[in-house]
């Protein structure tokens, strides 16, 4: 049978078997989403990002990275997927009609996407959608006019996304409560002798014996030097005595993800590795008490960075203080929507929820990374990870 046979035949049996939330939980942002539409003044969003078509249907895959869109006009929403992804469309989607092109022939995602868009006057796009191939974008804008588009199509799907319903929390809530159960895994192998792919197999073997889905960033583990460096991972070192074990690890859970970092020496740590863990902590108090509905992103950094400075000429620091999480795909689990970070006015509201990266690094030495996934409340931050802010220090390890 043809790709068109397969879904009905899915559609039969299996439809919206697998939609993530209930579907009162859809239709409000849904109906959300539109209010801010009419609000901007657009009759239609073209959307290509596969978190923000998740949020609005349901719809899910691991294959992310063939071109897939999603429109919503006040009448309609329409999922155009590839061919062989019509059955992740069918069982996990909940829109009013799906479009399928065959995933070998680009050239049949067109058309239909012209015939959808010709009546409609102002169509916002997500600029920044990586999902936004230029190969399909320039045809609708040649034949339709560059003035229908507007790139703000990304910033109403944020707006709603940094702010989580009672469902969404109970997902990264349960995602918090699996990131753990791996860390825990992954931290009590850790000894002289192994390697950091050996301690990054235990923790994902853990998530997903936990009950993970396919992450949207796989177990970061890094040690000694190395653990120096940003963005770097697992990569067959061996762990030296009195290394420290740099982890970080997000379950996902309905694609939501609560992440998580823990840092564990191979032995005992040196008092300079207590030290910057206590500037990881102090950091980390400052932002939860500026974490309050009415301050802006750049005041918690303003008082992140006061107490940073001090060691701000030592070790190395991102930047970010925080970032958005939520629903999301690989390659990453930042969600986009908003950063804690200077120079940065929106303000904090109730349900906002952020990942604290807080990996203070001694290049070429070492680093020291601790952090927590953060609800924002009427009183400041509250943790949904349960982190302990301490060095896991393996000093059974340690031979008398």
């Known amino acids: 049978m043809d790709f068109h046979a397969y879904r009905q035949a899915l559609a039969d049996t299996l439809e919206g078997s697998e939609l993530p939330f209930p579907a009162d939980e859809l239709s409000l942002r849904l109906a959300r989403t539109r209010a801010l539409m009419t609000e901007a003044g657009r009759d239609a969003l073209l959307l290509t990002d596969p978190a923000d078509i998740f949020y609005l249907t349901g719809y899910h895959t691991f294959e992310v990275s063939v071109h897939t869109a999603l429109l919503v006009t006040a009448e309609r929403i329409v999922l155009q997927v590839p061919s062989i992804e019509t059955g992740p469309a069918v069982v996990t989607a909940r829109v009013d009609e799906i479009i399928g092109y065959r995933w070998e022939d680009i050239s049949e995602v067109i058309e239909p996407l012209l015939a959808l868009l010709s009546p409609c006057q102002h169509i916002g796009l997500d600029a920044n959608s990586a999902g936004l191939r230029y190969a399909i974008i320039q045809p609708l804008l040649n034949r339709l006019g560059k003035a229908r588009f507007h790139h703000d199509g990304g910033a109403l799907l944020d707006s709603q996304r940094l702010v989580k319903s009672e469902a969404e929390l109970n997902c990264l809530r349960e995602s918090a409560r699996i990131t753990a159960i791996g860390l825990r895994a992954a931290e009590a192998i850790i000894e002289p002798g192994i390697t950091d792919n050996e301690v990054a197999a235990e923790g994902a073997r853990a998530l997903l014996a936990a009950g993970s889905e396919f992450m949207s960033l796989q177990p970061i583990v890094t040690c000694g030097q190395r653990s120096s460096v940003i963005h ?75 107490a940073l400075a001090p060691y701000a000429d030592r070790v190395f620091f991102s930047g970010v203080f925080g970032y958005s999480v939520g629903a999301q795909f690989p390659p990453s ?68």
């Open 232 to 306: 770097v991972n697992h990569k067959r070192t061996v762990i030296e005595a009195g290394d420290p074990v740099f982890l970080e690890f997000g379950s996902a859970y309905q694609r939501y993800t609560a992440p998580m970092m823990r840092t564990a020496v191979a032995g005992r740590a040196t008092a300079e590795m207590h030290q910057i863990a206590e500037v990881c902590q102090s950091l980390y108090t400052a932002l939860k008490e500026t974490m309050c509905p009415g301050n802006t992103f750049d005041d918690a950094a303003q008082a992140a960075e006061a």
């Open 333 to 400: 689990w930042v969600e986009g929507t908003g950063y804690i970070a200077r120079g940065l006015t929106r303000r904090f509201e109730e349900n906002m929820v952020f990942h604290l990266p807080l990996c203070l690094r001694l290049p070429g030495e070492w680093g020291i990374g601790l952090s927590d996934t953060v609800q924002v409340t009427a009183k400041g931050g509250v943790a949904i990870t349960d982190n302990d802010w301490q060095i896991n220090e393996r000093i059974d390890l340690i031979k008398s």
